[in-house]
């Protein structure tokens, strides 16, 4: 019986995706719960695995491919594998694997390949048939032995262990790097992944239709730094691993700040303006794929050791792919941290349909006057942009001196006065 592999349902805001990689080719036995595609959308990558123990019988949507929710995208033959072992498979399924290395000695590009031929990705396995390289001459690097594109660049240079006769050749296609071997300049065309094209139109759209305005602070980081150093080994082994950092002490500020002015909270759907009753702050996360911005909704519910968690929760999630729709829909506000990389200071951007958004830099050691003379304090500068058909310069400014009052003063965020 054949069992119908169809896209996941996808959210409103996510009106279709792209087929990203097979895992398996046509032909393969495969396991239940085993990885089978991954499908990439605006935001996220969604993981699609085998219902039953089986055989891939056909791929509808190739790699590339546009799907839109609940598409058909494969078909799975139950029980033809159900042992799991592809070698072991009943005799339709040797007999259907034969056939797939016969024709894939007469057609390279045949879906199956045997089993002694390394898996190519599909911009791998392009690039290699223009350059007139084989797939057993390039040794792959990737998982279970995969061969990437970086591993057929290498191959052409000469530098694998397999050496290419054919290293010199041009590529035609405008799509994959047009390289002079002579000089070893490199030049590569790739497609823009969907997550960086959908955020270079988000952030677009941001500064074309908004009243984008940033204003600056700076706050003496001396006291959360002392508070931090003084208790972060007990605070760690209360909280079962859980290390205190800067970012809660900041994500409770903002909540409390947030709180006394309503319009930075708030949003703007057409010609209404939306007051949230709640805080749902967004945290902005770098992963492989580009800007993930992963939410901590009621934040004001939540302590610091569960900020903590949950932030380093979302940064292993987002370094693997992990991140769910659910977990990056939605935020009333955001923190932005570029002082991670080494930022001094820094406009951030808007995250429509948001009002503001809270940008973060490196604490630096400065002499500043204080009480009449000179100290040398970690400060931080902070950067607020708002949208200035929302939120007035008053309320903004106000905003900021209320969050920079709370860092210096971290008692206050306690007491919340």
Same mark, same amino acid.
Request: negative net charge; proline residues 5%; charged residues 30%.
């Given at each position: ?26 032909? !393969? ?5 085993? #990885? #089978? ?9 969604? =993981? ?36 799991? /072992? ?7 399924? !040797? ?7 016969? /024709? ?15 898996? %190519? ?20 690097? *990737? ?15 000469? *530098? ?9 050749? &041009? ?8 390289? /002079? +071997? ?42 959360? +730094? ?39 909270? &708030? ?23 580009? %800007? ?9 519910? +939540?302590?610091? &050791? ?14 693997? *792919? ?11 506000? $955001? ?8 930022? %001094?200071?820094? $406009? ?19 002499? +500043? ?5 000179? =100290? ?23 905003? %900021? ?17």
């Amino acid at each position: 019986m054949s069992i119908e592999i169809k896209a996941p349902t996808l959210p409103e805001s996510v009106p279709d995706g792209t087929i990203a990689s097979w895992h398996k080719k046509a032909g !393969d036995a495969v396991k239940r719960d085993e #990885l #089978l595609v991954d499908i990439e959308t605006d935001k996220v990558v969604i =993981e699609v695995v085998s219902p039953a123990d089986g055989v891939l019988e056909k791929i509808v949507k190739d790699s590339g491919d546009t799907i839109v929710s609940n598409e058909l995208i494969a078909l799975v033959k139950e029980g033809a594998a159900a042992s799991g /072992d592809s070698g072991k498979s009943d005799d339709k399924s !040797d007999s259907k694997k034969a056939d797939s290395k016969t /024709d894939d000695k007469a057609d390279k590009k045949s879906e199956s390949v045997s089993d002694d031929t390394p898996a %190519l990705s599909p911009a791998a396995k392009k690039l290699a048939e223009e350059h007139g390289i084989k797939a057993e001459q390039v040794t792959g690097t *990737g998982k279970d032995g995969r061969v990437t594109k970086e591993d057929v660049m290498n191959a052409i240079e000469g *530098g694998s262990k397999s050496e290419s006769k054919a290293g010199s050749a &041009a590529p035609t296609s405008r799509e994959h790097p047009v390289a /002079d +071997m002579s000089s070893g300049r490199v030049e590569e065309r790739v497609p823009m992944s969907r997550l960086r094209a959908k955020v270079a139109e988000r952030l677009l759209q941001a500064s074309q239709t908004t009243a984008m305005l940033t204003t600056f602070n700076e706050v003496n980081m001396e006291p959360v +730094m002392s508070l931090r150093s003084r208790y972060k080994d007990q605070f760690e082994k209360t909280h079962d691993g859980v290390r205190l950092g800067f970012m809660s002490f900041f994500v409770r500020a903002c909540v409390e700040a947030l709180k006394r002015f309503p319009a930075v909270n &708030a949003s703007i759907d057409g010609s209404d303006i939306v007051y949230h009753g709640y805080q749902d702050i967004g945290v902005a996360v770098s992963s492989p794929r580009g %800007l993930v911005v992963p939410v901590l909704r009621n934040a004001d519910h +939540m302590s610091l &050791a569960q900020v903590e968690g949950k932030i380093r929760e979302y940064g292993l999630k987002a370094q693997d *792919g992990k991140l769910s729709m659910d977990e990056m829909t939605g935020g009333t506000f $955001t923190i932005s941290n570029g002082g991670v990389f080494g930022s %001094l200071l820094s $406009t951030p951007i808007l995250n429509p349909p948001q009002t503001a958004i809270l940008g973060m830099h490196k604490i630096q050691e400065r002499p +500043m006057a204080v009480n009449g003379k000179v =100290e040398i304090l970690p400060m931080m500068y902070l950067a607020l942009s708002y949208d200035h058909r929302m939120i007035d310069g008053k309320e903004a400014v106000q905003f %900021l001196v209320t969050i920079k009052d709370l860092l210096e003063d971290p008692a206050r965020i306690l007491l919340e006065i």
